[in-house]
C-alpha cells in the first residue's frame, strides 16, 4: 500500500476513534505533502512523502526542545504527541552498526580518498538513510571516517 493511501487510511481511522491529537497530525502531514504536490506540480513518490514527514519531526523535535526549555511542558507533550504520530509513518529506524556498515560500503564504492570526495559519499547514502537515520549525525560519522 502506498504511504499516501496509508494516511488517508489512518484518518479515517482517527475519526472514527474520535482521536483529536492523531487526526490533527495526520492532516498536516496531508497538508504539507498536498502544498508541494502543488507547488512542485507533480505527485510524490513514497521517498518524497518520507522526505516530507522527515522535515516535519525535524520541526517538532526542535519546537520540543525549544518548549522544554522555556519551561512549557504542556506545549512541548503536544510536539512529543505529534511526534510520535509522524514516526509510524516512517521507516524502521537503523541501528549505529547498520548505519556504520552503509557508510564504509558507499566508501568503498565511492573510492573516496578525503574529505574532497564527502559529497560523492554522501550522494550514495542519502537515498538509502533518508527517514531511517539522522543525516546530520550521518554526516558527522563520513567526515571522522574521510578524515
Same mark, same amino acid.
Given at each position: *500500500?502506498?504511504?499516501?493511501?496509508?494516511?488517508?487510511? &489512518?484518518?479515517?481511522?482517527?475519526?472514527?476513534?474520535?482521536?483529536k491529537?492523531?487526526?490533527?497530525?495526520?492532516?498536516?502531514a @496531508?497538508?504539507?505533502?498536498?502544498?508541494?504536490?502543488? !507547488?512542485?506540480?507533480i505527485?510524490?513518490? !513514497?521517498? %518524497?512523502?518520507?522526505a +516530507?514527514?522527515?522535515? *516535519?519531526?525535524?520541526?517538532?523535535? !526542535?519546537? /520540543?526542545?525549544?518548549?522544554?526549555?522555556?519551561?512549557?511542558? !504542556? @506545549?512541548?507533550?503536544? &510536539?512529543?504527541?505529534?511526534?510520535?504520530?509522524? &514516526? %509510524? /509513518? =516512517?521507516?524502521?529506524?537503523?541501528? %549505529?552498526? &547498520? +548505519? #556504520?556498515? $552503509?557508510?564504509?560500503? #558507499?566508501v568503498? %564504492?565511492?573510492?573516496?580518498?578525503? *574529505?574532497?570526495? =564527502?559529497?560523492?559519499? *554522501?550522494? @550514495? $547514502?542519502?537515498?538509502?538513510?533518508?527517514?531511517?537515520?539522522? =543525516?546530520?549525525?550521518?554526516?558527522? $560519522?563520513v567526515?571522522?571516517?574521510?578524515a
Amino acid at each position: *500500500m502506498a504511504l499516501i493511501d496509508k494516511l488517508k487510511q &489512518e484518518q479515517k481511522s482517527a475519526m472514527r476513534a474520535k482521536d483529536k491529537i492523531r487526526l490533527g497530525t495526520i492532516r498536516l502531514a @496531508l497538508s504539507a505533502i498536498k502544498q508541494r504536490e502543488v !507547488d512542485e506540480r507533480i505527485t510524490l513518490s !513514497d521517498d %518524497e512523502i518520507v522526505a +516530507v514527514l522527515t522535515k *516535519m519531526v525535524k520541526q517538532r523535535r !526542535d519546537s /520540543f526542545a525549544q518548549y522544554e526549555s522555556a519551561g512549557r511542558q !504542556d @506545549l512541548a507533550d503536544a &510536539e512529543k504527541a505529534e511526534i510520535t504520530v509522524l &514516526e %509510524e /509513518f =516512517m521507516p524502521q529506524p537503523l541501528t %549505529e552498526t &547498520e +548505519v #556504520a556498515a $552503509l557508510i564504509a560500503n #558507499a566508501v568503498t %564504492e565511492s573510492s573516496a580518498k578525503g *574529505m574532497q570526495d =564527502m559529497g560523492k559519499v *554522501m550522494a @550514495l $547514502l542519502k537515498p538509502q538513510l533518508q527517514g531511517r537515520a539522522d =543525516m546530520g549525525k550521518v554526516s558527522g $560519522l563520513v567526515k571522522a571516517q574521510l578524515a
